[in-house]
């Protein structure tokens, strides 16, 4: 089970953080991934790190977000910076075990595990 946290309301340029802790299974083997879906559009691969730290983002988000894992708290964040108001989406974090260590993919069909997800805002 993924249980994300740490979504709101923000302005633009504010900043937040996003967590995915995940129950049931540790991380350590896992590539783990951050998408979302803003209303009306298809859900977006954000950023994703690999087993061995690795990080791939999505070039609109590049230089703004932070992805980065805990492996000891089971734990994956997102940080997100100079936020705007195309940021606004429901967040999902997702999993999948890693053939590759230094792997990862923005593909949603490449993941097996889900979070509910988490609401970010970005509006004045």
């Known amino acids: 089970q993924l249980v994300e946290s740490g979504g709101g309301l923000v302005q633009p340029g504010g900043s937040l953080t996003l967590s995915c802790t995940a129950s049931g299974h540790g991380l350590r083997y896992y590539a783990i991934g951050w998408f979302r879906q803003a209303p009306g559009k298809e859900r977006e691969g954000v950023s994703c790190?690999?087993?061995?730290?690795?990080?791939y983002y999505l070039d609109s988000v590049k230089g703004r977000f932070t992805i980065s894992r805990d492996n000891a708290k089971n734990t994956v964040y997102l940080q997100m910076i100079d936020l705007k108001p195309e940021d606004t989406a429901v967040y999902y974090c997702?999993?999948?075990?890693?053939?590759?260590?230094?792997?990862?993919?923005?593909?949603?069909?490449?993941?097996?595990?889900w979070g509910q997800g988490t609401q970010v805002t970005v509006s004045p």
């Open positions: 997702a999993t999948r075990w890693a053939d590759l260590i230094n792997e990862c993919k923005l593909l949603d069909q490449d993941y097996t595990y």
């Open positions: 790190v690999s087993v061995a730290a690795d990080t």
